[in-house]
């Protein structure tokens, strides 16, 4: 008879102390040993719960048997478990780090009735982290790339983020020749941008990325669609079209003293640190000025990047939130790293006015104080209410992290798209606009949401794109 094993193997993690002398990853993977007894937790449930909860529906259980498997083997365990999961999914490395798993696979976990669920998102990472580490992702590439049948058509793909990644992955294995047009000097969309090189290093998104070159994907640059190219001149030269522009465009506050200098969105703060490296200035170009005093607005994972890179350039952090904990957006394991850096937290806050010195500067944020009510809000918040009292906290530099939306170029240049008053583009079911051969995924079409859920919707377009010119050459 089968013995439960209710509690999670560990991962590894770097200590506090050492975190804050740096950007070095925390979370430091498990080990083949490890992996496999995490693996021996699973039920192998069949059907299996978590395959559906996952976006683009990784067989769960057929990787980690892969690895139970060939225990004596890692190699080959390692080799079948990254067969299974690329399969549906070219880029583990990244999502096995970034992708909210609890909310996801592990939410719907069936151990998770009787104990923690299984740590999927940790088992994926670590197949993609060895694989590349002993060369088994190089040689089973090129066991794949000469099996691809090389077709004529061409697809365009509108952005580097995670769905224009895997629309592009997919669409690559079926032998379609695409071109990924990015417009900021490095691929990766959010992933190189958004997300700090703690929680995610940049040489593993370079390293998943050479997957895609690999398999043929053409990637261009500072190429921006609607001013470097026309969407017209696209249309022209390719027979398909994705776009994963995703929700670059920051949410700001409309309260007096906005304006004042050392106002960030959250955006700008973490495109500077992350993707121009202004935590090592002047060695690189761009300069950033955080002062002793740092105030982060709002509480999903962007915040927790935002308090989180703040703490490690020399600053006291505070994260203040209109709501209570109970309904922080931000990963559990994102905010309990957080606090053990140091981060303090300020709930039912809701920011007034931002207040300046002589000079033009923030030095502190009016806020007023909230109060939850409880009857709850479509999303199963409870509302909350102001009381008329209000509190002054000392700041100089605010961090604004309440949400991002679409950008207006890319319909500037292509008015006939259809889209709600917010600008998020609608597709059918197959992903496709209502221009014909035109399709989108991401946050383009959802606002702003999560990688894996982009990544999701890649996936689903690039069976759309491949349908659609299916019965186009046909009809040809």
């Known amino acids: ?198 929680r995610l290093p940049k040489e593993t998104i370079e390293k998943e990325l050479e997957k895609l070159k690999k398999l043929g994907v053409e990637i261009k640059t500072d190429y921006v669609v609607g001013r470097t190219v026309t969407f017209d001149e696209l249309l022209e030269e390719y027979d398909a079209v994705f776009i994963g522009t995703g929700a670059g465009t920051p949410k700001l506050l409309n309260i007096p003293g906005i304006n004042l200098n050392g106002i960030y969105s959250a955006n700008e703060f973490l495109t500077r640190v992350n993707l121009m490296k202004a935590y090592a200035f002047p060695e690189y170009e761009t300069p950033i000025k955080v002062g002793k005093k740092v105030i982060v607005i709002g509480a999903g994972n962007t915040a927790m990047d935002a308090a989180r890179t703040a703490r490690r350039l020399g600053a006291e952090v505070t994260i203040a939130y209109r709501r209570g904990e109970e309904d922080v957006t931000a990963r559990v394991e994102e905010v309990a790293h957080a606090k053990e850096e140091g981060v303090k937290f300020e709930f039912f806050l809701n920011p007034v006015e931002f207040i300046g010195d002589e000079n033009g500067r923030v030095k502190a944020v009016k806020f007023e104080k909230m109060r939850p009510l409880e009857e709850r809000d479509a999303r199963g918040k409870r509302k909350i209410v102001p009381t008329g009292e209000t509190v002054v906290l000392e700041a100089d530099t605010v961090i604004i992290a309440i949400g991002k939306t679409t950008s207006k170029l890319l319909r500037m240049t292509l008015p006939q798209i259809e889209a709600d008053e917010h600008g998020v583009i609608k597709v059918n079911e197959n992903m496709m606009t209502n221009i014909p051969g035109v399709f989108a995924g991401g946050d383009a079409i959802r606002g702003e949401a999560t990688v894996i859920l982009a990544m999701g919707d890649g996936r689903k377009a690039a069976k759309g794109i491949k349908q659609y010119l299916e019965e186009k050459r046909k009809s040809s």
């Open 1 to 198: 008879m089968m013995t439960l094993i209710k509690e999670r193997v560990p991962t590894p993690e770097r200590p506090v102390e050492e975190r804050l002398k740096g950007f070095m990853e925390v979370n430091l993977g498990y080990t083949f040993e490890l992996a496999v007894k995490e693996a021996e937790r699973c039920l192998q449930c069949s059907p299996a719960p978590c395959t559906q909860g996952c976006p683009v529906h990784i067989d769960v259980p057929g990787f980690i048997r892969k690895l139970r498997e060939n225990r004596d083997n890692p190699e080959k365990a390692v080799k079948e478990a990254l067969e299974v999961i690329w399969a549906c999914n070219t880029l583990p490395a990244i999502t096995g780090r970034v992708c909210p798993q609890e909310d996801q696979c592990e939410a719907v976990c069936v151990m998770g009735k009787v104990g923690e669920p299984i740590n999927i998102g940790k088992l994926e990472r670590f197949v993609a982290d060895y694989a590349r580490e002993k060369g088994i992702d190089e040689k089973l590439l090129q066991e794949i790339t000469p099996k691809i049948e090389k077709k004529k058509e061409k697809v365009a793909v509108i952005g580097a983020g995670p769905a224009g990644l895997t629309c592009a992955a997919e669409l690559a294995k079926e032998g379609y020749q695409v071109t990924i047009f990015e417009a900021l000097h490095k691929p990766g969309g959010v992933l190189v941008y958004g997300i700090p090189e703690f």
